[in-house]
T-cell receptor
């Protein structure tokens, strides 16, 4: 079964410092990996995805993620954190199974990012 | 237009009420989803519609009844809910084709439902 794990419930970083939010995955077949961000009382916003190709994926708002097949990881990164980046971050993988190949998203438990001034 | 619009934003309903949540998108997406999310937890899939047909029901209680009247609209009809059904209900959509596995889902802002 497909799954993703986010080992940290919360990550704290000072504004201006680099940030990393960790995600590891377990899939059969090719991984289709996604990062979403959720601000309080809002829906999820798509940040970036890995399908194939370059291991470094660039996304919205200056975020990027590094796909590492040998470590089965897909960590989210940003060179310089902003206070406004404080939010809940979800890693997700497409499930290869499902009726009609609808590929439902399977989410990690989420990591709260706190960026302090 | 890359928006998924959900109405209402907030809803308070009694356990004997009947209400409906609405979702609309004009991106030409043919897969639409309902998710339920509790505070600080990941979204849990409830239903998937593919080409206006229900393709996945994640063993959701019958007091939740989805409907997809056309390719742009998705409804969730609510009846005789319990207080534990209080949550953020999220609608999402994505492309539905052979390449579906690599397409992201776009989420609405959600309906905050409180059952009293």
């Amino acid at each position: 079964a497909q799954s993703v794990a986010q080992p940290e419930d919360q990550v704290n970083v000072a504004e201006g410092n680099p940030l990393t939010v960790k995600c590891t995955y377990s899939v059969s077949g090719n991984p289709y990996l996604f990062w979403y961000v959720q601000y309080p009382n809002r829906g999820l916003q798509f940040l970036l995805k890995y399908i194939t190709g370059d291991n470094l994926v660039k996304g919205s708002y200056g975020f990027e993620a590094e796909f590492n097949k040998s470590q089965t990881s897909f960590h989210l990164k940003k060179p310089s954190a902003l206070v406004s980046d404080s939010a809940l971050y979800f890693c997700a993988v497409r499930d290869a199974k499902g009726s009609g190949n609808t590929g439902k998203l399977i989410f990690g438990q989420g990591t709260t990012l706190q960026v302090k001034p | 237009d890359t928006e998924v619009t959900q109405t209402p934003k907030h809803l308070v309903m009694g356990m004997t009420n009947k209400k409906s949540l609405k979702c609309e998108q004009h991106m030409g997406h043919r897969a639409m989803y309902w998710y339920k999310q509790k505070a600080k937890k990941p979204p849990e899939l409830m239903f998937v519609y593919s080409y206006e047909k229900l393709s996945i029901n994640e063993s959701v209680p019958s007091r939740f009844s989805p409907e997809c009247p056309n390719s742009s609209l998705l409804n969730l009809h609510l009846h005789a809910l319990q207080p534990e059904d209080s949550a953020l209900y999220l609608c999402a959509s994505s492309y539905r084709d052979r390449g579906l596995m690599n397409t992201e889902a776009f989420f609405g802002q959600g309906t905050r439902l409180t059952v009293v």
